[in-house]
Antibody
Framework: QVQLVESGGGVVQPGGSLRLSCEASGFTFSDSFMHWARQAPGKGLEWVAFISKEGRDAYYADSVRGRFTFSRDNSRNTVYLEMNSLRTEDTAVYYC??????????WGQGTLVTVSS | QSALTQPPSASGSPGQSVTISCTGSSSDIGNYNYVSWYQQHPGKAPKLMIYDVNKRPSGVPDRFSGSKSGNTASLTVSGLQAEDEADYYCASYAGNNIRIFGGGTKLTVL
């Protein structure tokens, strides 16, 4: 069965950096596009980024472009989200998702990022 | 990249039907048949309920159905059950490898 396990969340000060990881299993990872989405406390879902199968191309929401970098290591079945210049409004649960039908069919359980001084 | 517009809340009694709308634009819903719907219970990950406007993944009850007209997509839940109480989000492809979610609708089973 498909499993996606996020890690790397925590508390960081505004302007700081954090790297999230998502380890995948139960499907052919190298054949799958992948996504990140997030959900601020008590708020709705927001799509964050998408990456191609080989990792050559990544696309971002306007709110994170230029600050976040999406990458992957197909030898480790893992995707990463490098987050720099973090703002208080980046506080959220971050979910990674497996692409299907132009969005996602599976999401992980999420990892909480809190940006606070 | 504006969020799709959903009503904040919807409700119905057990056994009834309820429809949740999702309004976008000619740049997203109106231009692509790539609309998905997700169910999210508190503290849980989103679950895919509908994809490609009106297709159901294996295991999703046929009480859930989707449709689209112009720039608006809809999710209908028939024969409401207590376990259907959750937040529902629409999502659409918006071109240039961008995706967008709706603001979410809290469905209450009375």
């Amino acid at each position: 069965q498909v499993q996606l396990v996020e890690s790397g969340g925590g508390v960081v000060q505004p302007g700081g950096s954090l790297r999230l990881s998502c380890e995948a299993s139960g499907f052919t990872f190298s054949d799958s596009f992948m996504h990140w989405a997030r959900q601020a406390p008590g708020k709705g879902l927001e799509w964050v980024a998408f990456i191609s199968k080989e990792g050559r191309d990544a696309y971002y929401a306007d709110s994170v472009r230029g600050r976040f970098t999406f990458s992957r290591d197909n030898s480790r079945n893992t995707v990463y989200l490098e987050m720099n210049s973090l703002r208080t409004e980046d506080t959220a649960v971050y979910y990674c998702g497996k692409d299907f039908a132009w969005f996602c069919d599976y999401w992980g359980q999420g990892t909480l990022v809190t940006v606070s001084s | 990249q504006s969020a799709l517009t959903q009503p904040p809340s919807a409700s119905g009694s057990p056994g009834q039907s309820v429809t949740i709308s999702c309004t976008g634009s000619s740049s997203d819903i109106g231009n692509y048949n790539y609309v998905s719907w997700y169910q999210q219970h508190p503290g849980k990950a989103p679950k895919l309920m509908i994809y490609d406007v009106n297709k159901r993944p294996s295991g999703v009850p046929d009480r859930f159905s989707g449709s689209k007209s112009g720039n608006t997509a809809s999710l209908t839940v028939s024969g409401l059950q207590a376990e259907d109480e959750a937040d529902y989000y629409c999502a659409s492809y918006a071109g240039n490898n961008i995706r967008i979610f709706g603001g979410g609708t809290k469905l209450t089973v009375l």
